[in-house]
């Protein structure tokens, strides 16, 4: 499948900004308490080891830092995200919705089954069909992955407006705060298998790295 110059700078944006915003997330601490009645079965973020005296003032001020990163980076990906729903809306070619959920459609749901019927043998066998057109599963997987970056964030909105940083917090926003981690978790095991098959196909011979670049020869 051939993609527009756009889109091959919006996957490298979003690829980008993605797993960094997951890596600052997995490495900081946030502000605030929880609700005392609460019972939180997942933290927001993964919490940093308690120190005393002067070492817990400056893992404070670290932590804040990345917490501040955190938001900054949530908010120019929410931007990002919008801007690549309105390009599902576009001509682009390799943008569009139908490339993103071929599974709203007849003649796209057809294609789903019948690669979930075939492909599978392939894989064990170690080998990958060449990408084309017709690639329902990867396309669904790409739908799959703006899915779940657009519920990061959303849900990264709402407690960037309903997080308490100096108190303990309501049972909405801690229920928020779980719907976000889960979705970490879905985000980074779909980013390894998207990593994944990009280098099996690249390893066939498939150029699939090429064809997403968005500059440079092809």
């Known amino acids: 499948m051939e993609y527009a110059v ?3 700078w919006m996957h490298l944006i979003l690829a980008l900004f993605l ?7 997995e490495l900081m ?6 609700h005392p009645e ?8 993964t919490p940093a080891f308690a120190h005393e005296g002067h070492a817990a003032a400056a893992q404070a001020e670290e932590d804040e830092g ?11 990906l929410a931007v990002v995200l919008l801007l690549r729903w309105l390009m599902a809306a576009s001509s682009a070619q390799g943008a569009n919705w139908r490339i993103l959920f071929p599974w709203l459609y007849r003649e796209g749901r057809e294609e789903l089954v019948k690669d979930v019927r075939t492909e599978p043998k392939m894989w064990l ?5 060449e990408p084309s057109d017709h690639d329902a599963i990867a396309k669904t997987m790409h739908g799959a992955m703006i899915l779940t970056a657009t519920g990061l964030a959303l849900t990264g909105l709402a407690l960037y407006f309903g997080w308490n940083e100096h108190g303990a917090q309501t049972e909405l926003i801690e229920m928020v705060g ?6 970490v978790g879905l985000m980074w095991a779909l980013i390894g298998g998207h990593v ?3 280098l099996m196909h690249q390893k066939m011979g498939h150029r699939i790295l090429q064809k997403m670049r968005p500059f440079g020869a092809r």
């Not at 601490?29 to 929880?34: A, I, L, N, Y």
């Open 6 to 8: 756009s889109i091959r």
């Open 178 to 183: 779980e719907v976000h981690e889960s979705l």
């Open 38 to 45: 609460a019972q939180v079965t997942a933290s927001l973020v």
């Open 196 to 198: 994944f098959m990009a």
């Open 125 to 129: 066998k170690g080998e990958l069909p």
């Open 19 to 25: 797993t960094l915003q997951l890596a600052v997330g």
């Open 66 to 76: 990345l917490f501040e990163i955190h938001e900054i980076l949530g908010l120019t």
């Open 29 to 34: 601490d946030v502000p605030g308490g929880e």
